[in-house]
């Protein structure tokens, strides 16, 4: 009977490494460097699914300018969530992905003021450079971005 233990615990030991060995084959059969076993990279306050058909860490830069120097507290939105505003400066620069919808946020003023694109990295498709967009205690959508 114990020779039947010592047998069949060996048997069972045996299967288990046979059964890593394969499962090591299988992954690395099946590694694909442009899939990750994570869901999601976080990149500071954006989240990009490491599965898109783009490449999430690609990013461009969009520089807005504050037209009315005299209103400073206008916000700058991405996707709803806000990332900068004109109190410190006329001029911004905004990091952007693929997809982002940026939006200023006018709703501080009664005023119509004016924030234009004056500056884009060379991998950003929209939005175009000089566009400008006009805002009255509303939030108005700038561009979505579409990267080249």
Known sequence: ???YFNHLGN???FL???SFIALLIVQGVNYNKEYMTLNH???GNKTHSLFSSI???NKGIIVLKNLNPDYRNISVLVNGEYVADFTANDEIEIPVY???IVEIDGTKHDKRLQVKVVGISNN???PKLET???????IEILSKVRLK
């Open 11 to 13: 048997m069972l030991i």
């Open 55 to 57: 490449d999430p860490l």
């Open 124 to 126: 950003l498709e929209e």
């Open 98 to 100: 693929h997809n982002d």
């Open 1 to 3: 009977m114990k020779s």
């Open 16 to 18: 288990s490494i046979i």
């Open 41 to 43: 990279i976080n990149n």
């Open 132 to 138: 400008t967009v006009t805002t009255s205690r509303s």
